[in-house]
Each structure stands twice: as structure tokens, then as C-alpha cells.
């Protein structure tokens, strides 16, 4: 039996970081396994480097943080929410959460 996973999530998306207005990522999904990459970044997280990563069919995932100037990088866990195809959620565990819409 396939696995359900939702809709397709690959493309470009926009995101309110909360400081930081919006930025847009990039999405690629292979499988159940989805990725976020800034095609915008901020004084912590550059374009280029992976936001969050998260399995769509359970939503466990991880999401990238650092200091200023990309210092300290790290993973911590975190959880995708997938409204509908054209909105989702990436809460970073302890440390805040992401409204996505999909760029047209």
C-alpha cells in the first residue's frame, strides 16, 4: 500500500522570520523527506543553507539556527505542519515558528 503523503511541497515558498520579514526558501521533496533552503537569508542563516529538513508524513524535523554572522550552526528538532499545499508551518522547538506560503 503507498504511503499518503500530502501534496507536493518542492518550489519556492515565503516566509515571515520573525525580525527578519520575509524570505523566500526552496523547498525540494523526494519521497517523504522535504528540505528548506534560503534563497534569501539574514544575519543568522545565509542564503544557500538548509532552514529546516522534515519527513511530510510524520512531520518530525529539524531546523537550523546560529548566531549572528552564521556562528555556532546547529540543528535543533522541530515539526512541519502542512495546512494545504499553499500553507505550511515549521515550528523550531524552543525557539518559534514560521507561517510558509507558496510564491506564485
Not at 534563497?39 to 532552514?51: E, F, L, N, S, Y
Amino acid at each position: 500500500m503507498k504511503e499518503d503523503l500530502g501534496p507536493d511541497l518542492t518550489g519556492d515558498w515565503i516566509g515571515n522570520y520573525t525580525g527578519h520579514f520575509e524570505e523566500y526558501i526552496r523547498i525540494v521533496q523526494e519521497g517523504s523527506f522535504a528540505t528548506g533552503t534560503k534563497i534569501t537569508g539574514d544575519d543568522h542563516v545565509p542564503a544557500g543553507q538548509i532552514t529546516w529538513r522534515a519527513d511530510v508524513a510524520t512531520g518530525d524535523g529539524e531546523g537550523q539556527i546560529a548566531e549572528h554572522d552564521f556562528r555556532n550552526a546547529r540543528f535543533i528538532p522541530g515539526r512541519l505542519f502542512i495546512r494545504n499545499r499553499d500553507h505550511l508551518r515549521f515550528e523550531w522547538f524552543g525557539v518559534g515558528a514560521v507561517e510558509f506560503r507558496r510564491d506564485d
